[in-house]
């Protein structure tokens, strides 16, 4: 069977231990692990010992990973499992690191999205812009109607931005429709923006 030669702490990660086996395989794992297998030198390990010893030290590997990656910025549980397993992580230890945060609060999906929904609000975009960005970030489709709750009404982030960029109450027709084209690809709707640029330029028509 075999014998652990000696153990030593990384020298790159706080927490983490290497075991070294006299048969040249290197495992390594948390403190959990040094008590759960009560690990010391000289110890034998059958194979299905070692199994569960490498199985373990991995799962931990993934959660302290991703305790770093959530202690940088918020992600989704989507994200957090994606970035996970670009890292190296197997798909199985990732999602159970991701249900792992979860399970202790510090991912929260609806909270996530409630953030992101008012973060680009604030920026100015229209709710197209705050599905994409939910979308792109892996946030449940069933939350959104939640989130997007949070944002304010078209109308009035439309008319904000129009009079950040509009001074004169009559502009060229030219630049009515380009303010028309950046908002449209900010995600706002052709009737929020047509009741809001009207004044504008009462007897024009715009492009839709």
């Not at 940088?72 to 994200?79: D, F, V």
């Amino acid at each position: 069977m075999p014998r652990i030669e000696r153990l030593e702490p990384s020298k790159h990660v706080k927490g983490r231990y290497l075991v070294f086996l006299d048969t040249g395989t290197l495992v390594k794992v948390g403190e959990q692990e040094l008590l759960d297998f009560a690990l010391r030198p000289g110890q034998e390990l059958d194979g299905e010992e070692l199994c569960r010893l490498q199985a373990s030290g991995e799962d931990t590997a993934a959660k302290e990973q991703a305790a770093r990656m959530i202690g940088r910025r918020p992600l989704s549980k989507g994200e957090l499992v994606d970035r996970l397993v670009s890292k190296g992580e197997g798909a199985a230890n990732a999602r159970r690191a991701a249900d792992w945060l979860e399970e202790l609060g510090a991912v929260n999906d609806g909270e996530y999205a409630g953030m992101i929904v008012r973060h680009y609000d604030r920026m100015g975009y229209g709710p197209q812009k705050l599905r994409e960005e939910l979308f792109r970030r892996k946030v449940p489709k069933e939350l959104w109607a939640q989130a997007l709750e949070q944002a304010r009404p078209q109308r009035e982030v439309v008319a904000e931005y129009l009079a950040a960029r509009l001074r004169r109450r009559e502009i060229s027709e030219k630049e009515l429709q380009r303010q028309v084209n950046a908002l449209r690809r900010r995600g706002f709707g052709w009737e929020a923006i047509r009741e809001e640029i009207a004044p504008y330029r009462a007897d024009s028509e715009y492009i839709d």
